[in-house]
């Protein structure tokens, strides 16, 4: 494919493959908060830019237009379809992960030269349940979590690892260790504006995190109970 | 498909900073509209700083023999609760080595008698 490419197409394929921006597609609500803060914290660990449809609050804009451009702009995905599961009455599936993780599949084989590095993870609760509502993309590797955070820091984190450009930041078990002093230091940070963490936006999170990991040194304290933080 | 700006390449993204093991960090692409980097930076080093100071026991409530000045001018070497003193010296320097004879495993401390840059007179230091 590569060889039918004009220098202009080879140019932008070259300048996307080494982008690092991470499309994360997970649930945002409270219930599934903890996870989706675990994946920002290991993504931006790692050396990459976190992105989701929760970074702008522009109302003018259309959501799904919204999420077709993040998907378009990011090279990299994380995909979490374990809430993928029927509730309320009449019992109907969520869908709205699936239809992302579809338009990333799309972007990725239908879209420009420079949609063509597309990589993703996608991780489900276990293994092989997304055969179940989703057998189309059997062949994908999927990597489950059961809603274990460090078992989804560990596989995060080694995949961001072995992506071309990717870094090493250290293993799972040192990641979840600066994560947990985060989370123990969130609501002192968040504190400073008399907010407390779940009111935090995205933008305010994304930024505490860039702030933190920037300062983080070889002594940074060890994980602590978040009471004596607070206190 | 919408069509997305021109690819960024790693040296193209603004960095914040870089982690003690090399690792980039890449400013957010949005800006939080509640708080400044300036802001958070500062709550950082305020919270790591409570929280290490959290996790030290202060000197003050070490179980170590304490040596102090009387109002006579002379030291003496006290335990921490005790209503007489253990041993009473003329210098400060005959006390603490009277205090390491009296415990031998716990480095006394001492009060301060000098004001020092950044320390004031009559706090706790170690010996």
Redo the contacts between chains.
Sequence with gaps: MAQNLTKAQRSILKRAATALDVFINCPFDAEYKAIFNAIVYTVVRSGYRARCALETDDAAENRFGKIIKIISECRYGVHDISRTEVSGNPPLPRFNMPLELGLWFGAHHLGRDDQAGKKCIVFDREQYRYLRFISDISGQDIHSHDGDIPKLISELSAWLRHLPGGVHAGGGQAILGEYETFRSLLPVLSGQKNMAPDELLFADFNLMITEYVASLTEETPAPVDPVVAVA | ??????????SS?RT????????????????????T?A???R??????E???R??KPLLRESDSPRIQKRKDGRFEVKKPGAKRASAVTDTQTEAIARAKEIEPNKAPIAKRVRKGPGVKRGTWRKT
């Design positions: 498909m919408a069509k997305s700006p021109p690819a960024k390449t790693p993204y914040v900073g870089r982690t003690y093991d090399g690792v980039k960090v890449l400013a957010p692409k949005t800006k939080s509209k509640t708080f980097a802001e958070v930076r709550a950082i080093a305020k919270a790591i409570e929280v290490s959290a996790d």
